[in-house]
């Protein structure tokens, strides 16, 4: 009956995820939707070359590859932070009131959620407001190009970063109580414990959530940029997913954005492949 039960999710991958493989071939092929897939020619890897050889590859590239850097660097950390504090925290009204909180952004829709951020960042939003009060200059953040990385990844923690704590709050309830005891009979204090038998206790699920986070490393949300971004700040915000609209959607270049998809999740799998092996050499745990 168990495996009567796991046909659902095996059809949905089959069919979903396994079976679409097969239209990235017109990546490789001059695609016309008057012939279809069979009867389009083959270009073998011009809308590769094409695409390296683009005047925006560059810039969509380091777009890509920062805004998931600064997503790692200080998004990861965040819901672990926030799971440790948590665990700190004795009252248990002040836990789930704290934990409610953080929660409640993750449920709010990519497009009210983008609606808040422009109207908080409009010259006469809230953060202007704070900046007036401090003396500085009134500015419309999103028509800042310096600005628009801070603001997505900024916003991106205060939307994820309690949802992502729940993972690390579970690994938590599982570490052994007697580990404790016995840390607090050797003289270690709260914070000697948390460095000593709390994070090691959790490592194995930070590493596989950092292998999964390091696969999906080019996929920067397309939803949230497109709602956020403009013309004007195309030179910081324009990365691969928003380039395949403009390209697949907008002037119809089917074969060219699907070659740009394809080099995106290759670069995905490679990246994968690489943090599982090295965490696997160096700590042992890895996905595979």
Same mark, same amino acid.
């Given at each position: 009956?168990?495996?009567?039960?796991?046909?659902?999710?095996?059809?949905?991958y089959?069919?979903?995820?396994?079976?679409?493989?097969y239209?990235?071939?017109?990546?490789?092929?001059?695609f016309?939707?008057?012939?279809?897939?069979?009867?389009?020619?083959?270009?073998?890897?011009q809308?590769?070359?094409?695409f390296?050889?683009?005047v925006?590859?560059?810039?969509?590239?380091?777009?890509?590859?920062?805004i998931?850097?600064?997503?790692?660097?200080?998004?990861?950390?965040?819901?672990?932070?926030?799971?440790?504090?948590?665990?700190?925290?004795?009252?248990?009204?002040?836990?789930?009131f704290?934990?409610?909180?953080?929660?409640?952004?993750?449920?709010?829709?990519?497009?009210?959620?983008?609606?808040?951020?422009?109207?908080?960042?409009?010259?006469?939003?809230?953060?202007n407001?704070?900046?007036?009060?401090?003396?500085?200059?009134?500015?419309?953040?999103?028509?800042?190009?310096?600005?628009?990385?801070?603001?997505?990844?900024s916003?991106?923690?205060?939307?994820?970063?309690?949802?992502?704590?729940?993972?690390?709050?579970?690994?938590?309830?599982?570490?052994?109580?007697?580990?404790?005891?016995?840390?607090?009979i050797?003289?270690?204090?709260?914070?000697?414990?948390?460095?000593?038998v709390?994070?090691?206790?959790?490592?194995?699920?930070?590493?596989? *959530? #950092?292998?999964?986070?390091?696969?999906s490393?080019?996929? !920067?949300?397309?939803? =949230? %940029?497109?709602?956020?971004? &403009?013309?004007?700040t195309?030179?910081t915000?324009?990365?691969?997913?928003?380039?395949?609209?403009?390209?697949?959607?907008?002037?119809?270049?089917?074969?060219?954005?699907?070659?740009?998809g *394809? #080099?995106n999740?290759?670069?995905?799998?490679?990246?994968? !492949?690489?943090?599982? =092996? %090295?965490?696997?050499k160096? &700590?042992?745990?890895?996905?595979?």
């Amino acid at each position: 009956m168990i495996y009567w039960m796991a046909l659902p999710v095996m059809a949905y991958y089959i069919i979903f995820q396994y079976v679409p493989m097969y239209g990235a071939s017109i990546a490789f092929k001059d695609f016309s939707p008057m012939k279809g897939i069979l009867g389009s020619s083959w270009v073998g890897m011009q809308h590769f070359n094409d695409f390296f050889k683009d005047v925006y590859f560059g810039r969509i590239l380091s777009n890509t590859l920062l805004i998931s850097l600064y997503n790692i660097i200080f998004g990861f950390p965040a819901p672990i932070i926030l799971a440790l504090l948590l665990n700190e925290v004795r009252k248990n009204v002040l836990k789930r009131f704290v934990q409610s909180v953080t929660y409640l952004p993750h449920f709010i829709s990519v497009l009210v959620l983008c609606g808040l951020i422009v109207d908080f960042t409009a010259r006469n939003g809230i953060v202007n407001d704070l900046l007036a009060f401090m003396g500085m200059e009134r500015i419309t953040m999103l028509l800042k190009p310096e600005l628009f990385r801070t603001i997505y990844v900024s916003s991106n923690i205060w939307q994820e970063v309690g949802w992502g704590s729940i993972i690390y709050l579970a690994a938590l309830a599982g570490i052994d109580q007697d580990l404790y005891e016995a840390a607090t009979i050797d003289g270690a204090g709260r914070f000697k414990q948390m460095l000593h038998v709390t994070l090691p206790g959790i490592m194995p699920t930070i590493i596989i *959530l #950092f292998i999964l986070r390091m696969g999906s490393m080019m996929n !920067v949300g397309f939803d =949230k %940029i497109f709602l956020l971004y &403009n013309p004007i700040t195309y030179e910081t915000s324009d990365v691969i997913s928003t380039y395949v609209y403009r390209k697949g959607i907008l002037e119809a270049n089917y074969s060219f954005s699907a070659a740009v998809g *394809l #080099f995106n999740s290759v670069i995905n799998f490679v990246l994968l !492949v690489v943090t599982n =092996k %090295i965490s696997k050499k160096v &700590n042992e745990t890895s996905l595979w």
